[in-house]
């Protein structure tokens, strides 16, 4: 399931359909859901912090916060076509030797992936089967903030979800998209030992930040991988 749904993001999030969405983030910068996911990252103190991106895409959060003190940075996506046009555009801008990337699906890869002060995951939950394994071991990596951007669960977004898997199926593309519940995807995260400082809602998307409410443990994020295999 999670290879096929994998080649499925790589056919859907292809290098036509990045060009376009790099040709539009350049006129008009990133989406209004990811620029508050930034805005609110950037009130904290990001000075020599580490970032893990999950799906980074374009790289738009590596793009501000970089410059903004965190130190270096990590996007691991699904799609090469995303990754190849992020390295281009952090090589234009002069992130290229903070910035790393790994091509591959998260949760197959998380062993790894060493933990970062800072993990994000940008519109990228509703992309995956699999919440509980994703926001999981996501969650474990995250050794100070863990910001998230997901739909927010109304029935208006519900219902165009289901037409939108529905012309998906009838393109014959094996991917699916899914709206979580706020509270199912609270609680994988809070059982990390994070809690809620951040919540706004969007163009229907909720965005959420987290910090860690305990010191953190790697021996954590070694246990989430192994509960995940």
């Keep these: 399931m999670a290879h096929c749904h994998c080649e499925a993001l790589e056919r859907r999030f292809n290098s036509q359909r990045v060009r376009r969405e790099l040709t539009e983030y350049h006129r ?33 959060i590596e793009h501000a916060l970089l410059p903004a003190g965190v130190s270096s940075a990590l996007n691991v996506d699904a799609s090469a076509a995303y990754l190849a046009t992020a390295r281009e555009e952090a090589e234009r801008r002069g992130l290229a030797e903070r910035m790393h990337f790994v091509h591959g699906n998260f949760v197959e890869v998380a062993p790894a992936i060493p933990p970062a002060d800072l993990v994000t995951l940008d519109r990228v939950i509703c992309c995956f089967h699999d919440m509980p394994a994703l926001v999981g071991l996501s969650a474990a990596r995250a050794k100070r903030l863990y910001g998230v951007v997901f739909p927010h669960a109304t029935w208006r977004w519900r219902l165009f979800n289901q037409v939108h898997n529905v012309l998906l199926a009838i393109a014959r593309l094996p991917i699916h998209f899914f709206v979580y519940r706020a509270d199912a995807i609270d609680a994988v995260v809070r059982a990390q030992g994070l809690e809620r ?15 860690r409410s305990s010191p953190f443990s790697d021996n954590a994020s070694r246990e989430a991988s192994s509960a995940s295999e």
């Design 28 to 60: 008009h910068g990133a989406a209004s859901a990811t620029r508050l996911l930034i805005e609110a990252l950037q009130a904290e103190s990001l000075e020599g912090m580490t970032l893990l991106d999950i799906g980074g895409g374009l790289g738009a």
């Design 197 to 211: 400082c951040f919540s706004c809602v969007v163009d229907r998307w909720q965005v959420v930040i987290y910090a």
